[in-house]
T-cell receptor
Framework: NAGVTQTPKFQVLKTGQSMTLQCAQD?????MSWYRQDPGMGLRLIHY???????DQGEVPNGYNVSRSTTEDFPLRLLSAAPSQTSVYFC???????????????FGEGSRLTVL | DAKTTQPNSMESNEEEPVHLPCNHS???????IHWYRQLPSQGPEYVIH???SNVNNRMASLAIAEDRKSSTLILHRATLRDAAVYYC???????FGAGTILRVKS
């Protein structure tokens, strides 16, 4: 199984550009989420989804959009990139609601984004 | 929101047990306690979780206080590969704090 796959692994953007970080999972997980991790800090939740067609905001949603048209995919869109969005982004999925008894999170390898 | 508090860093000798503490004094009755670890340049990986009773798996043990206001992740024999950042998180909003940096000395 591929697990959680993120693309691209590295990306450099100029301020104001837009882009989409892709996330796909092949485990038929209902729950998917996006985190960002800044140097020396823990992960902060951006957006999450409990199933196809359902999304909600996390701790730091501003500047990001998500959609969940299929169970497998959960893309993260940066509308107008800013230097403050330079970070490592992680996508995660779980069978049940994350944090519950069946909510073991599986993480992707991360996407490193630099905004100049 | 329920939060967790962990020491910034800990150090252990190889082959010795490690006890990583976590305080969660505002935990709610239905919150599961999850532990993850993050190796350098990798995404976090699941370690263990529990609700009220102590739990064991092939990676570690989780000891949960009777009042559930604290828990301890136990690595029975630390190896160099266990050097990582360890996160204790609760069900509520899945907030990852800064975690504990575990250093293992050979």
């Amino acid at each position: 199984n591929a697990g959680v796959t993120q693309t691209p692994k590295f990306q450099v953007l100029k301020t104001g550009q837009s882009m989409t970080l892709q996330c796909a999972q092949d485990m038929n997980h209902e729950y998917m989420s996006w985190y960002r991790q800044d140097p020396g800090m823990g992960l902060r939740l951006i957006h999450y989804s409990v199933g196809a067609g359902i999304t909600d905001q996390g701790e730091v949603p501003n500047g990001y959009n998500v959609s969940r048209s299929t169970t497998e995919d959960f893309p993260l869109r940066l509308l107008s990139a800013a230097p403050s969005q330079t970070s490592v982004y992680f996508c995660a999925s779980s069978y049940g609601l994350a944090g519950t008894n069946t909510g073991e999170l599986f993480f992707g390898e991360g996407s490193r984004l630099t905004v100049l | 929101d329920a939060k967790t508090t962990q020491p910034n860093s800990m150090e252990s000798n190889e082959e010795e047990p490690v006890h990583l503490p976590c305080n969660h004094s505002t935990i709610s009755g239905t919150d599961y306690i999850h532990w993850y670890r993050q190796l350098p340049s990798q995404g976090p990986e699941y370690v263990i979780h529990g609700l009220t009773s102590n739990v064991n798996n092939r990676m570690a043990s989780l000891a949960i206080a009777e009042d559930r206001k604290s828990s301890t992740l136990i690595l029975h024999r630390a190896t160099l590969r266990d050097a990582a950042v360890y996160y204790c998180i609760l069900q509520n909003k899945l907030v990852f704090g800064a975690g504990t940096i575990l250093r293992v000395k050979s």
